[in-house]
C-alpha cells in the first residue's frame, strides 16, 4: 500500500522561500516519477513539477526558474525548494507518485495514481 506524507507548508511573504517534503512508504523514486500539484481555491489542479527515475525534471511554465524539485531515493523522500514566492502561488501542494514517463512541456508523469493529502503554502503580498 503506497503513502504519500507531506510536509513543510506554511505562510510566508512573497518574495520568501519554502521547502516542502514528501515522504513516500510501498513505492520507490528509484522506479517511479515522483510530482508535485497544487490546487488554489477555484481552480483546477495542475502538475507544478516532476522527477522521474533517471532524475530528469519537468515543471510547469510559472514556476521555472523559482521551484527546484529533487528527490532522496535512499530515504524514499521527494522534494520542492519553492523560492521567490508569488501570491499565486499559495495553494494545497500534493505530492504524487506512480508512471516514469514525463508528460512533455509539463510538470507531471502519466499515470500518476498515488497522492498525499496535501500541505497548505499561503503566500501574503
Known amino acids: 500500500q503506497v503513502e504519500l506524507v507531506e510536509s513543510g507548508g506554511g505562510s510566508v511573504q512573497a518574495g520568501g522561500s519554502l521547502r516542502l517534503s514528501c515522504a513516500a512508504s510501498g513505492i520507490s523514486f528509484r522506479r517511479y516519477c515522483g510530482g508535485w500539484f497544487r490546487q488554489a481555491p477555484g481552480k483546477e489542479r495542475e502538475g507544478v513539477a516532476v522527477i522521474d527515475d533517471n ?6 511554465n510559472s514556476v521555472k526558474g523559482r521551484f ?6 535512499a530515504k524514499s523522500i521527494l522534494y520542492l525548494q519553492m523560492d521567490s514566492l508569488k501570491p499565486e502561488d499559495t495553494a494545497m501542494y500534493y505530492c504524487a507518485a506512480g ?9 507531471s508523469c502519466y499515470g500518476m495514481d498515488d497522492w498525499g493529502k496535501g500541505t497548505l503554502v499561503t503566500i501574503s503580498s
Do not use: A, H, L
Request: net charge neutral; hydrophobic share 15%; charged share 20%.
Open 55 to 60: 532524475g530528469r525534471t519537468g515543471y510547469t
Open 68 to 73: 527546484t524539485i529533487s528527490k532522496d531515493n
Open 99 to 107: 508512471g516514469d514517463t514525463i508528460v512533455p512541456g509539463g510538470g
